[in-house]
């Protein structure tokens, strides 16, 4: 039996419906009060795109958006798009929870969509590009190139890029080929000769039939071919190739070419129960993955309208999935310039700091021990975690090293301590997520090093994935055995860490530390611990636990005692957690909410969500940490952790929330939430309507930019 899982969605679980009947009556007729999971991702996208436009921003900060807008529009069609697709045959396929049929909700997000594209390229065309030119940044087609320009590409063409190209003509002895996933290709008609036609005597071949014919440009050759030796002024790689079609195409004639990409179903879905060996599955899952199903055709805006129907008609696409593209084809290629030394045209780099207790000169177990430290990444230092590892590792009095990786990077210093620890005769049990999407060839690789080192590794949990940012370091100390636990909401990723904003915590608390040893043996052995004093762990308590801090504000609001509720999350899409939040905001708990991407809450609707308030912050960094603030009556509770609202990250995932015990660092985490709320540059408000408006500043000149706040610029 097949290995490979369907994405059809799966139903709530009895208990939840069970909890959700005991709402009132008209929060269980639901639709009108939802908005759509994938057109709310897509305005999340818009506001990526924002941000490319916005001209305030420095010009290759603009750039960078742009690029991050077509990247995450990638992975939307290779895993959003994919899974509706595939829904569209089968005959029961559920309605989305607002109601929509998969067909709806793809004829939606058509609509929805080509117009933000259509402003991206503008944008790129008319002041993106244009500028850079005026810096002495310049990306010229071939055909714009001066002579010595041409020569200059040409020579490039012969001794790097021609040798690995391999063109590819379609006829009866040639089927169409296969186009992999995300590839750029450039498609052109050429004439063949009939068979014994000769050549006349000036060379020109006699007339013969028209073919197909697919280049494909190799991916390890940088799309931006330099054309002096500045190093600053470009041509695109597929102009040039075309321009020297003829070199591939000797003795025939050659239409003019256009480029094409195709997007393709990349997600892997693994039936765990059915698989012996996760990891040996997961390795043939990878080598399959660039064949899914294709899902997206983007072509050049010029391509003739007989070849767009020649390549749907051949890579099994309709009109509707086609998105003709008048720009760059792959935005992402123009990153390169991004690395070139223009610091006047980014934004200023930014200036990390240390926690107090870290730079006194005490070992870092000696600061943990006397007191939790709280860590803001990336405005923190990501050497505080790097360090912690690294000295666990070499600490002659640290007996073992727990931890959860999932996302870690291609060069990750804390996978290289983890096997200096195991060198050193530690204990070492490290969970590699192997399911991680999109890491999972990364997290493959540092797993098999993992093992040669000695490290006892385990590759995640039956039906789970495990997504939670724990460490765990046991250390002798005297006769006590003291655990020092490092808990966050954001990966083991040095380099993600520069860019993502996320909260950690170190502590020694006792009843943490037993927790995480409870947890880790329910990672590592078969142990079914569920009684956890402290954290809060998916799918154990985690719902149940959250279900019950909301409501716990309802009865303080319903008892007239201080009823807060502030949430600062990437998702918030889970049903009964929404209507829960519904029920609460009736009975008159303040709710603001901090949702970087997917919304499905409605706020602002009369009788049900008038006291919910949902901001979104788009700006230089990725909004990344997870903090739940409960007033509580006037004694506050502050959680940090892993876990979004969604129901995959409550009930199909290992997750990890955390207490935040010190009253000092709730005031820290309190502010933070208070900053974000108080934002009008970066912060969008989100409207019943779905729509989001950016927060306007009152007066017009007081401009309040959280993330510059955070970095004290």
Not at 14 to 23: Q, T
Not at 76 to 89: H, N, P
Not at 400 to 422: D, F, N, W
Request: charged content about 25%; proline content about 5%; overall charge neutral.
């Amino acid at each position: 039996m097949s290995t490979v899982a369907s994405k059809k969605k799966s139903s709530q679980e009895p208990r939840l419906a069970a909890r959700a009947s005991s709402l009132p009556p008209t929060l269980l007729h639901y639709k009108h009060l939802l908005f759509n999971r994938e057109l709310s991702w897509l305005e999340f996208n818009r506001r990526v795109l924002e941000e490319g436009l916005d001209q305030s921003q420095p010009l290759l900060e603009r750039l960078k958006f742009l690029a991050i807008f077509s990247t995450n529009l990638d992975e939307y069609f290779m895993i959003r798009v994919s899974g509706l697709k595939e829904a569209l045959d089968e005959d029961d396929a559920e309605l989305s929870p607002d109601g929509m049929t998969p067909a709806e909700q793809l004829a939606a997000i058509s609509i929805k969509l080509r117009p933000m594209v259509r402003e991206q390229m503008r944008c790129l065309r008319e002041e993106i590009l244009p500028q850079l030119e005026a810096h002495d940044i310049t990306i010229r087609s071939y055909a714009e190139l001066s002579a010595g320009e041409r020569q200059f590409a040409d020579r490039c063409f012969a001794e790097q890029v021609f040798p690995v190209l391999t063109p590819q003509a379609v006829d009866p002895s040639h089927p169409f080929p296969y186009v992999s996933n995300l590839s750029l290709n450039l498609g052109m008609m050429v004439e063949t000769p009939d068979a014994g036609a000769n050549a006349g005597a000036e060379g020109k071949i006699a007339e013969g039939r028209l073919r197909f014919a697919r280049v494909k440009l190799p991916p390890f050759i940088s799309r931006l071919v330099p054309i002096d030796e500045t190093k600053t002024r470009f041509t695109f790689l597929g102009s040039l190739v075309a321009a020297n079609a003829a070199a591939l195409f000797p003795e025939m004639r050659i239409g003019k070419s256009y480029l094409f990409r195709v997007t393709r179903d990349a997600d892997i879905e693994i039936l765990e129960d059915e698989a012996g060996d996760l990891l040996r599955v997961m390795q043939q899952q990878l080598r399959r993955r660039r064949f899914g199903t294709a899902v997206r055709l983007e072509i050049a805006a010029a391509m003739p309208v007989e070849m767009v129907k020649y390549l749907t008609d051949s890579i099994g696409l309709t009109a509707r999935d086609v998105y003709d593209i008048d720009g760059p084809l792959n935005v992402p290629d123009l990153m390169k310039l991004y690395e070139l030394e223009r610091p006047e045209l980014k934004d200023a780099p930014l200036r990390t700091s240390v926690p107090p207790a870290l730079a006194k000169g005490k070992t870092v177990f000696d600061a943990i021990k006397g007191r939790d430290i709280l860590l803001h990444h990336p405005y923190t230092s990501y050497s505080t975690v790097t360090d912690f590892i690294n000295t666990a590792a070499t600490d002659p009095q640290v007996l073992a090293i727990k931890m959860c990786l999932y996302r870690t990077g291609q060069h990750s210093p804390i996978v290289q301590s983890l096997m200096e620890a195991s060198a050193h005769g530690k204990q070492v049990a490290v969970l590699v997520e192997l399911k991680a999407r999109f890491d999972e060839e990364n997290n493959i690789e540092w797993a098999r090093r993992l093992e040669r080192a000695g490290v006892h590794v385990v590759y995640g949990l039956l039906g789970l994935k495990t997504h939670c940012k724990l460490a765990l370091v046991v250390r002798q100390e005297g006769t006590t055995l003291r655990r020092y636990v490092h808990v966050a909401t954001g990966n083991y990723n040095p380099t993600t860490s520069r860019i993502y904003t996320d909260i950690g915590l170190f502590t020694a608390n006792e009843e943490i530390g037993e927790d995480a040893a409870n947890l880790f043996n329910y990672l590592t052995g078969y142990s079914r611990f569920s009684k956890y004093r402290q954290l809060l762990v998916a799918p154990v308590n985690l719902r149940e636990r959250m279900l019950a801090l909301i409501e716990r504000e309802a009865n303080h609001a319903r008892e007239g005692r201080p009823a807060h509720i502030i949430a600062k999350i990437n998702s918030l899409t889970d049903i009964v957690i929404i209507r829960t939040l519904y029920a609460a905001a009736q009975a008159g708990v303040k709710i603001d909410l901090v949702v970087r991407g997917v919304c499905a809450l409605r706020p602002g609707v009369p009788g049900v969500s008038e006291g919910i308030k949902v901001s979104s912050v788009v700006g230089r960094f990725l909004e990344h940490s997870r903090i739940f603030y409960f007033a509580n009556g006037g004694a506050e509770e502050v959680f940090i952790g892993s876990a979004d609202w969604m129901q995959r990250n409550l009930d199909r995932r290992v997750e990890v929330v955390a207490p935040v015990i010190d009253a000092r660092l709730r005031k820290q985490l309190k502010d933070v939430l208070d900053t974000y709320l108080k934002d009008n540059a970066k912060s969008r408000l989100l409207q019943p309507d779905g729509s989001y408006e950016r927060a306007t500043a009152e007066p017009p000149d007081a401009v309040f930019d959280s993330q510059r706040h955070f970095a004290g610029t």
